[in-house]
């Protein structure tokens, strides 16, 4: 199959493309650099041009309320008109587990219109859900260090591994459409200050954590973002993972 994977390049787009090749598809990377630019819609149609799937794991520059929203729902308007032209037949998501649970943060209801701009395109769907990357735990802990102290909140989550949402992701890009989402999340959860311990004594740097619950870009989140006992789990651990990376 010709596979187009929109965001291509990225931390979960460069494994998508690995991961479909190996199988035998044609994996098309289209991101700007490749000349494709979902928001002016520049480059679509030909990336887009015999294309049985598309993977849209591309993500906004802005994690704020209106460039987000503007992106996403930008973007998805000019892939669906591309898609039609094309004759795509099914449309991959990735999105965010609990992302319609939380009303207060704009770029989780930029991902909700997203979502709903997907349902509402007549194309055939897969949604898959994930929780938050191992790989975001450092960058959130960085932008919460106050000196030697990294301030994070407890909110519970249950972390995966990139290459486990690419899997994932892919495994959906090959099967037939679902219509409806599939949630997927790490083996284990813990309080986001517990994982910044425990990234720190993989990694000592001479940081410690102090829990605050008014802190980074958690502070004030619901308890929603671990999924359910529904969520397919994947078996990566944080602590393992952590001593290859």
Do not use: C
């Not at 991959?92 to 709903?116: C, N, R, T």
């Not at 037939?176 to 989402?181: I, L």
């Amino acid at each position: 199959m010709k596979i187009v994977v929109v965001g291509g390049t990225g931390l979960i787009g460069s494994q998508v493309v690995a991961l479909l090749r190996d199988r035998g598809h044609e994996a098309v990377v289209a991101s700007p650099s490749k000349g494709v630019d979902t928001l002016t819609g520049e480059g679509l149609a030909q990336a887009f041009k015999g294309a049985d799937v598309v993977v849209d794991v591309s993500n906004s520059p802005s994690f704020d309320a209106e460039p987000a929203l503007d992106f996403f729902t930008r973007s998805a308007q000019n892939m669906f008109r591309a898609e039609e032209e094309a004759g795509v037949r099914h449309h991959v998501a990735l999105s965010i587990v609990g992302v319609d649970q939380v009303p207060d943060y704009g770029y989780y209801q930029a991902k909700v219109a997203q979502e709903e701009a997907v349902r509402g395109s007549g194309v055939p769907y897969s949604i898959v859900r994930a929780t938050q990357f191992f790989e975001f735990i450092a960058p959130v802990m960085d932008m919460s260090t106050e000196g030697t102290e990294v301030r994070l909140p407890s909110l519970r989550l249950r972390p995966i591994a990139s290459a486990d949402v690419a899997a994932a992701v892919a495994e959906a890009a090959q099967s037939e459409p679902s219509n409806g989402v599939r949630n997927i999340a790490g083996p284990e959860v813990h309080g986001l200050d517990r994982l910044g311990e425990i990234t720190l004594a993989a990694k000592p740097d001479g940081r410690t954590v102090v829990t605050d619950e008014t802190a980074g870009l958690f502070a004030g989140m619901p308890d929603v973002l671990t999924g359910d006992d529904t969520v397919d789990v994947a078996s990566t651990r944080y602590e393992d993972w952590l001593k290859q990376h």
